[in-house]
């Protein structure tokens, strides 16, 4: 990939509640921490987890209007149809372009044709159908035909540790894990108070934001 190049990243999957607004919300703070013009494009139409979270709850957000918050980080909604043509116009305006995706076969899809030759996370959220959620994304992409680089995040563990049978079922898809994150209830009041979460009071001491930023750290670099 070249300099005059997007890249991008895309936090998908097909369940809800895995993650994806938290992983996409903080990669795009880090990248504009680092002083770098970044685009969040929100695809979950007709909700706006990402810009609600960024630019504040109990507003209106027009889909393709572009808010931005603060100097470099910039925030879109896309509108429900046309999705992929949608991100293809972004990456002519911006050099580092954040999605988060939404739960739905169909828009999903659509961002992996997207983002062809870029990288995916996808946020897997300890639970019973933990592996199903990796595979039901593996199988897609596999349908598509799309060159990404896959990576995992482990999301919402809730004991001790991660099965191992967990790893190897993920690492068999090719997903490289690159963070295990517990529960915590200080994302929820990143999330209440619009913020990232390295701001919350009291949060130095676990690992998620710092994880983030070094991954938002890895994605300007080129190192993911």
Partial sequence: MNDTQAQKIAIVGNKGGTGKTFIAVHIAYAVCDLKKEVLLI????????????????????????IYSWGVYLHCVGVKEDEIKEQIKE??????YIVIDGRPEPRITGDILEAVEGHR?????????????????????????????????????????????????????????VLSVFSRNDRVLIAERECVPIWQVRFSGLIKHGEMLREIGRWFVMGWL
């Avoid at 972004?90 to 050099?95: L, P, R, V």
């Fill in 42 to 65: 929100d695809t979950d139409y007709g909700q706006y987890s990402a810009l609600n979270w960024i630019l504040g709850r109990g507003k209106k957000y027009k889909p393709g209007e």
């Fill in 90 to 95: 972004y990456e002519k305006k911006y050099k």
């Fill in 120 to 176: 995916i996370i996808i946020p897997i959220a300890v639970e019973a159908e933990a592996i199903k959620q990796a595979r039901e994304l593996w199988e897609m992409i596999e349908k598509y035909k799309v060159n990404v680089k896959k990576y995992a995040i482990i999301n919402k563990l809730t004991q001790a540790r991660v099965s191992q049978t967990l790893f190897n079922e993920i690492e068999k898809m090719d997903f490289i």
